[in-house]
C-alpha cells in the first residue's frame, strides 16, 4: 500500500454503471513515478473530497487485457482483526451453520423424492384408464396428493416406533 498525489484529475459518471469515476494522474508520495490514467471509483473512501494536490492511500493495480490497460486505485484493506472468543470461535459458528445447511438439503432432497414417487405413483395408477388429456391431468394430480398426504401422515407419525418394532 502506498500514498499518491493527486497531479491531474477528470471526474466522471458513468451511466451504464451508474457510477462515479475520477479518471486520474498520480505520484507515488516519495519515489516521484508517475502514473496516467488511473481510474479511482467513487466507492473509494473520501471520494468526492479528492481534489488536485490531494494525497490518497491504496493500491495500484494494473490488469492488461490484449491491447487494454486498466490501471485502477483501490482503498486500503482493513486490518484483519480475529473474533472475539480466541481460536476457533468462528470455526464452531461455521460448523453450526453447516449443520442446520445439510439438514434442510436433507429435507429438501426426502421431499422431493416423496413428490416424484407420488407423480410415478399416480402415473402407474392411472396408466391404463382411457381419459382425455385434462381428465388424465386432473387424475394424475389427485393420487398425487394422495400419495403425498399418506408419506406425510407417515413422517408425522414417529418413525422411532416404527423402527425399533422391527
Known sequence: M???QIKDLK???????NKDLIEATVEEVGTMVT????????DFPSFETITFGSVVEGDLVIKTSGAYTNITLYPP???YTPKAGGFGGGVKAAQE????MIEKAQERKSDSIAFFNSTNSAIALIKDMKLG???????????REWFLSE???YESSDVTDKRNAC
Not at 388429456?133 to 393420487?143: G, H, L, M, S, Y
Open 11 to 17: 471526474k466522471k459518471n458513468i451511466p451504464k454503471l
Open 151 to 153: 408419506y406425510r401422515k
Open 97 to 100: 451453520r453447516k449443520e442446520v
Open 35 to 42: 502514473t496516467n490514467k488511473v481510474q479511482i471509483w467513487g
Open 77 to 79: 484493506k482493513p486490518a
Open 133 to 143: 388429456v385434462e381428465d388424465t391431468k386432473a387424475e394424475i394430480v389427485f393420487w
Open 2 to 4: 502506498s500514498k499518491y
